[in-house]
């Protein structure tokens, strides 16, 4: 029985991009929410799921870091997913005939010269993949959709131009979730480890904690706060490190922080993906 992995959105959407380059041998299932598409797992209608968690443009995907570690699930691989846009109309219709274009507003701004060189105008709409399957159904002759290539592909639809962004960096970084974490990944090149945690209310808690990554070493390429259960006081943290937890370096590390926090959860230990960077 072929395995399935869940993502956020349409078929066509940037999530099934990351979901197709994490695992190419596996069913993209599409969900409405984060929140459905980790129930997915949960409940094994998904073996795998693929969620965004930051974007070098927009910086972190809402919700996200709240929902990871509450979701039960483990970190097993990472994948980077450029947003290369794609102009997209029905089969026969040509770039002149296009008037206006339907994407989500996100990314009618990156394809801003674009639009404008040729007179287009832009209309928002809820998501891109899911405007690209409308005007399939549409047979609309005056309008296009900014989306994937993988949207033009789910739907029938010819595309027009490629790589219309005004920019050529806006990345998405995606984690690839299972309901059983694997940590052995001792072959991988460079092994990555993710974990929340909280420090303890005293003076100078959290210089003190992450000291004990300088000292032994550690390379910690990600650090974010957010508050938790709404209180100005009880500050979460969210941290990516270079390293295995069996690792000497590390294991010193963590327990340094250990000692000033009041909690620590390891999200997931996975083989860094190729094009980090």
Not at 171 to 196: G, N
Request: glycine share 6%; net charge negative; with cysteine.
């Amino acid at each position: 029985m072929t395995k399935r992995i869940a993502f956020q959105g349409e078929l066509g959407a940037y999530s099934h991009e990351a979901a197709h380059a994490a695992r190419p041998d596996m069913t993209p299932m599409p969900c409405k929410t984060f929140e459905d598409v980790i129930e997915a797992v949960r409940s094994k209608a998904a073996d795998l799921a693929v969620l965004p968690v930051e974007n070098s443009t927009y910086g972190r995907v809402a919700d996200m870091h709240r929902l990871l570690p509450q979701s039960g699930l483990h970190i097993i691989g990472e994948t980077f997913t450029r947003v290369r846009i794609c102009l997209m109309a029905n089969p026969g219709v040509e770039l002149r005939d296009i008037h206006k274009v339907r994407a989500h507003l996100v990314l009618l701004p990156q394809a801003d010269g674009f639009l404008k060189k040729h007179n287009i105008v832009g209309e928002a709409a809820a998501d891109s993949a899911g405007a690209a399957a409308e005007l399939a159904q549409s047979g609309a002759r005056d309008c296009g959709v900014l989306a994937s290539e993988l949207a033009a592909q789910a739907y029938g639809l010819d595309i027009l131009a490629k790589d219309i962004e005004d920019y050529h960096h806006n990345t998405t970084r995606f984690l690839v979730m299972s309901p059983t974490p694997d940590y052995d990944v001792t072959q991988a090149d460079t092994i990555m480890t993710t974990f929340v945690f909280q420090v303890r209310n005293i003076p100078a808690a959290l210089y003190k904690a992450l000291g004990g990554f300088a000292t032994n070493g550690v390379n910690m390429t990600k650090i974010e706060s957010y508050m938790v259960g709404g209180s100005f006081t009880a500050t979460q943290f969210y941290a990516d490190i270079e390293g295995h937890p069996d690792d000497a370096h590390v294991k010193r590390a963590m327990e340094e922080l250990e000692y000033f926090t009041d909690s620590i959860t390891i999200l997931g230990v996975y083989p860094a993906a190729r094009d980090r960077s």
